[in-house]
């Protein structure tokens, strides 16, 4: 059942407006959303803040043309950035002139900004290290005064999990009897569970 407009549910909540620049928008309305709801919303500011606040958060909606948005993709090729570099930021902008058009943050009546098109980034290409790469990198790790960073390596090794997910585990995750490591949240927002061999449990 929908909540009465005088509800202590949604009473004070600010319903998007429209507004007329990419940086009110994101400023009034995306970030506020963006920190509540999810937990990039930091990477999100930092991307926002050092590629878009300058360029085309000032222009309003109706400056924000093809010839425009392209042009920001082509300066960013200039600054030597790369294609997958660049591809995440044309991520939040798409995102951004979805959210303002879904909102109903553009004045009714006024065609949206278009999406962009993302760059050809070539085929993914995976490389694992060698034998002789993973004895040096341990012996450097270990030459390290640190007092778990070779165990850390030698962790990620053997489990094949992102160093974030390594940084924040908990031992109430790990079942040794099972032989199995549960990641509440992965890279995708979603949990994973991974399979521990012998060597990893014995790490641990």
């Known amino acids: 059942m929908l909540e009465d407009a005088e509800s202590p549910a949604i009473r004070g909540l600010s319903f998007c ?3 007329e620049t990419l940086n009110a928008f994101f400023d009034r309305h995306y970030m506020p959303h963006c920190e509540a709801t999810t937990r990039g919303h930091r990477h999100s500011r930092l991307t926002y803040e050092k590629h878009l606040r300058e360029s085309l958060g000032p222009m309003r909606w109706s400056e924000m043309s093809p010839l425009v948005l ?3 993709v082509r300066a960013q090729v200039a600054q030597k950035l790369k294609n997958t570099t660049i591809n995440k930021h044309i991520f939040l902008v798409n995102r951004l002139l979805r959210c303002a058009r879904d909102w109903g943050a553009i004045p009714e009546g006024m065609r949206p900004p278009p999406l962009l098109r993302k760059l050809p980034t070539g085929d993914y290409r995976q490389r694992f290290l060698s034998q002789d790469e993973i004895r040096r ?3 450097e790790c270990d030459r390290i005064n640190h007092p778990y960073l070779g165990s ?4 990620l090794l053997l489990t094949g999990a992102r160093k974030g ?3 924040t585990a908990r031992w109430r995750d790990i079942s040794f009897e099972a032989g199995t490591w549960r990641v509440p949240v992965s890279k ?3 949990s994973r ?3 521990l061999s012998e060597a990893a449990l014995d790490l641990l």
Do not use: D, Q, T
């Open 17 to 19: 407006e429209p507004v």
């Open 70 to 72: 392209n042009a920001w």
């Open 137 to 139: 990198l341990l012996i």
């Open 152 to 155: 850390f390596i030698r962790f």
């Open 165 to 167: 997910e390594a940084r």
């Open 188 to 190: 995708n927002g979603r």
């Open 193 to 195: 569970r991974i399979m």
